[in-house]
């Protein structure tokens, strides 16, 4: 079952990443590095979105993985 304002939410956690994300300075990401990435439950909280949002919406997951993947690249995380 699914609610029909299920993609008007997913598009508003959206918004509300981006908009968080478009604030974070290269410092303040890199304050979120915990272990062999950035810290889920921060990003979560800080971009009042769900921590299953951030693991699972696929435009959030990839963006995150893409911060990951260039904060690796410039040695702030462990190559995985």
């Known amino acids: 079952w699914v609610s029909i ?3 008007i939410q ?11 994300l ?24 800080q971009a009042g979105i769900g921590l299953s949002s951030v693991k ?3 435009h959030i997951k990839s963006k995150r993985e893409s911060i990951e993947q260039s904060l690796r690249e410039k040695g702030y ?3 995985i």
């Open 5 to 7: 304002n299920e993609p």
């Open 10 to 20: 997913k598009e508003d956690r959206i918004k509300k990443f981006e908009g968080w």
């Open 22 to 45: 478009c604030k974070q300075t290269e410092a303040d990401l890199v304050g979120l590095v915990y272990g062999k990435g950035l810290n889920q439950s921060k990003i979560a909280e």
């Open 56 to 58: 699972n919406n696929p």
């Open 77 to 79: 995380l462990p190559t």
